[in-house]
């Protein structure tokens, strides 16, 4: 009786406002883009676009590492140093002596791995363990770079500073990404890690390992992670233990604002580059409205807030 | 034919040992080894220029703590993302007010407070309103807060009025002024824990949210408060930095933090909410510390130095945390 | 279809929660291809034999064998799946955000490699088509995004999905709960289908005629044992309420305990709570120095109704007016009571902390006079009420939560079921507290799922579907008229 009154509720304009729900994060940069083109016309160009959304690429990186923790109801307290430290590591290391560097770099990511079997086996707070481990990447940043400094390997230096043609290089590579980490999280594999977040209880009665999820996510998130360290040292050019501190808010956020929630597993791949991206043009609008850079971050949290908003108003029109 | 008669492991009630130490003395102790340690390698010289440095500086670790204990303690899984700047933007209000004069010491203070406490007002409004987790509307007014007290603080070089200055840096009778104040909080929480409407309700929401609301307790007017109370806190911490210090500057209030977790978790309050342990922030500001200043005495790097204390906090977490104790 | 082969047979299952015995010695056999119908009242044990058979829950003693006699040493639900046992519990077992071809990837660790999403969907969506023609659910849709009836038609959908293993049993936990009628109906006749091709099916409803005319045969049980079992088309609706327990048609003894009075004119009314206009049902009330049952099955609408109570102190409803402070006495202790890191002491006071205070502050000689009171009046047993709470027995925490409402200032008092896992005697002090609070002019609005304790009631309200369909006063409550209204039996009700 009361299903069937709930489905006579037009659906029509259900979809509607989950159409729009799902559309924020392109409205968001649409917008954003669009200010930018009708402040400095010049920006909507093969140079214009490299230049303003170069730095996203890392970002977007950070991102979708935070979305893999995110998407098993944890959460990354120490994106932000492992990014710094892996950067660290390709300006000294793989540079100097690439087998070594390949290996920290491996290592590394195994790490993140045993963490999230730790935070599994003893049901700990990722927000804790995290933390704790954000004090450790820096350490050793700080012990294989002591000061800014160092030099990135070439090839690196050539893929992030390579010019293909017709498509501006951050936007083929956030296109590569969002698709990429999209159909990784849609695969039959993907299926299920989402799942592992979405109902632990009943995935595990249909017979999965929650550790195994666990795991899995974790070492996506450290892969993630060394490679967004050495896209920004392909960039920047040089490293420091520092550098990169800002992406672990920036990148919960980013995620945040990309369409995904804290709890139940719900993450959207594509929103989150969309997300991300966002974030970063943020700086570069300011810019062209001339407002002081000062503003930058808070640009970046005002853009959250406004998104979270619209987002809630959305939820309660659905909701009634 | 085999059954299975025996009694599944749940059923049986494991046997439970209570601990004779109350935990705050734990980070306590830890400190006073790791003190030990230092003076032994170091013959006992500085012994207490060490001890005085410490409790200087803890104190403001404690003030922070004790805001982002509250909110901690709420539930699991909260945590204030907003108090660098809050300490910012607090420190910076409180120097342009004062400017340079002993007779607006109170009057920079009230506004950098009472931003500060705006501040906390807003983080509850966005959780209330948007329906978002505290970590999310910390962060995003974190965000803004900073621009603001970037903004504000660009190029103001004003040194602290004399007299503030003189407190902050200053001791009463042998004990540094910033200790005493951070004693005086810490006393206030504990009273307020155990003995307010407020303090109780605290402690019920985070044991049991749906419990502290079906036992009629304000659970609302709780969760307003502790949001005002940290950043309030977090406020307090950024005038007396300010003043220690000879100033405000732009990042001030960065490495407090993860600091600010790092002491409320290693002393003893439950991630999971529904525990807190003031007293137990003095023991891991402390610890903290006092492990810099051993790995110093040392002779070890900067590196080392953050090593160890990640070490320590992944250690204490593994090692005591986990699952709610039921 | 009921042949000689078996599908699975349990041998004198036993399980106990604590002091509970959920079931005490269970024998039966589900034969191939055959479809039984489980009913029994609240706490019979339906629930506890229906996740041992899903491999949910371990017995603490007896066998469970499959295929003539060959015993399955460790069932569980890896175990259960490899024979070919599937369920639909009544908490839905989805993953939310995932759509509804992804939930039956998570099924069938087989649905994997090029084109499994394609092959994932085709598979439910030829199920829903076979069970509920005309459904209209796309299984591109993420779960979260469908209505709760929708929701159930995927999840017993994908319980009758095969990719390796065939299926031997489905298992259904009141599955037409929250279908519309021409989904149950659908259902219904789709079981029939299947069971013709093999498929056993073991399915728990509370409405009686469904399982009369869906089941081949209809088990009843009763306090963790199996009381009746027999062929549908020999029972009627009379025998089955009958076996539940309803036989005795006297009124029960508790009755003349009870006080005699039923002029409730003189006294104020306390509780008003007109039905809501989604619902339909009577109106409830209660009047000063009431103790009001709430009667019915588990989860229809009691527990809601005092929630909506408890949430009217203070504020101007119509609909629903208290006139009177209200505190709630829960009955799931772990998520709804006790604060497990306090002391006896303070889960009592936390309901009266205001009145408590001494210049703004909460007084610990108050505090411990209070508590100490409490430990006196109502009997908890402990050396010290500075204790842990989880330090005291199951029965003498639920004494705590009392005290916590009583010491209140509150005139009107909920429980919510709040005797569920409680002794005997425990139980007994506190009927005669309740009465002896009641008798000071205290209101009580009681859910308690167990029938014995509504007769300590001075009348009940029936909730079925989430309304009020009968108000039974004393002389009319009788077990069998209870049961009747539970079971939404016309001549149940009483206007």
Known sequence: ?320 | MITNDLPSPADVAPARRTLVLPVWVWPLLAAAVVLAMTLIYSGGRGAADIMSAAVTFSALFVIVGLGQMLVITSGPGNVDLSIPAAISLAGAIAMKVMDGSNGMIVAGLAAALGAAMALGVANYLLIRLLRIPPIIATLSSALIVQSIAIAYGRGLKIKPPPAFADFCTGRTLGVSNLALVAAVLTAIVLLVLARTVYGRTLLALGQNQRAARLAGTPVSRARLTTSVVSAGFAGLCGVLLAGFSGGSSLNMGEEYLLASIAVTVIGGTSVAGGRAEPLGIWGAALLLFLIVTMLNTFGLSAGVRLIATGVIIVTVIAIGGGRKAA | MVSDETALLLDDVRKSFGAVRALAGVTLRVGRGERLGLVGHNGAGKSTLMHVLAGVLKPDGGTISADGGRQVADYDTAAAGRLGVRCVFQELSLCPNLTVGENARVLHPGLRGWGWRKRAEGLILEQLDAIFPGHGIDPKTIVADLSLGRRQMVEIARAFTVTDTPIRLVILDEPTSSLDATAAEQLLSYLHRANLGGVASVFISHILPEVLSAAERVVVMREGRIVLDGRASELTRRIIVRSMGAADEELSEAESSARVTDTTADRPRQVLATPLAATGGMELSACRGDIVGLAGLAGHGQSTMLIRLFDAWGKRDPATQVAAPVALVPGDRQSDGVFPLWSISRNISVRSLGSLRRFGLIDPGREKDLAATWRERIGIRTPDMDNGILSLSGGNQQKALFARALASEAGIILMDDPMRGVDISTKAEVYRFIRAEAERGRTFLWYSTEMEELFHCDRVYVFHQGRIVAHLHRGQMTEAAILRASYADASGEVA
């Not at chain 1, 296109?175 to 592992?196: E, K, N, Q, W």
């Open chain 1, 1 to 320: 009786m009361t299903a069937a009154s709930l489905n006579a509720r037009g659906p029509a304009r259900f979809d509607a406002v989950r159409l729009l729900r799902m559309l924020l994060p392109a409205i968001a940069l649409s917008l954003m883009l669009a200010v930018i083109f009708s402040q400095q016309p010049r920006a909507m160009s093969y140079v214009g676009l490299t230049l303003l959304l170069n730095l996203a690429v890392p970002v977007i990186l950070a991102t979708l590492s935070q979305l893999c923790i995110i998407a098993i109801n944890d959460l990354d307290l120490s994106i932000g140093s492992f990014v710094g430290l892996c950067a660290c590591i390709a300006a000294t290391l793989l540079k100097d002596t690439p087998l070594l560097g390949v290996a920290a770099l491996v290592a590394a990511v195994g790490v993140y791995g045993l963490v999230g079997a730790l935070i599994h086996w003893r049901a700990l707070p990722s927000i804790v363990v995290t933390l704790g481990l954000s004090f450790i990447w820096m350490g050793l940043a700080v012990l294989i770079l002591p000061t800014p400094g160092g030099r990135a390997p070439e090839f690196l230096t050539t893929v992030m500073k390579w010019k293909p043609a017709f498509v501006p290089l951050p936007i083929l590579y956030a296109v590569i990404l969002g698709l990429g980490m999209h159909l990784l999280m849609r695969s039959s594999l993907g299926t299920i890690l989402r799942g592992a977040g979405g109902n632990p209880k009943a995935l595990a009665n249909a017979g999965w390992s929650l550790l195994r999820a666990r795991v899995t996510l974790y070492l996506m998130a450290g892969t993630l992670g060394a490679l967004s360290g050495l896209a920004l040292v392909g960039l920047t050019t040089s490293g420091d233990a520092n550098m990169a501190l800002r992406y672990t808010l920036l990148s919960i956020a980013g995620v945040i604002l990309g369409g995904g929630e804290f709890t139940g597993g719900r993450v959207n791949p594509v929103g989150a580059v969309l997300g991300a991206m966002t974030l970063t043009l943020a700086g570069s609008f300011l810019t062209f409205m001339h407002i002081p850079p000062d503003w930058q971050i808070g640009a970046q949290g005002a853009i959250l807030i406004i998104v979270l908003a619209l987002r809630a108003v959305l939820n309660r029109a659905e909701e009634r």
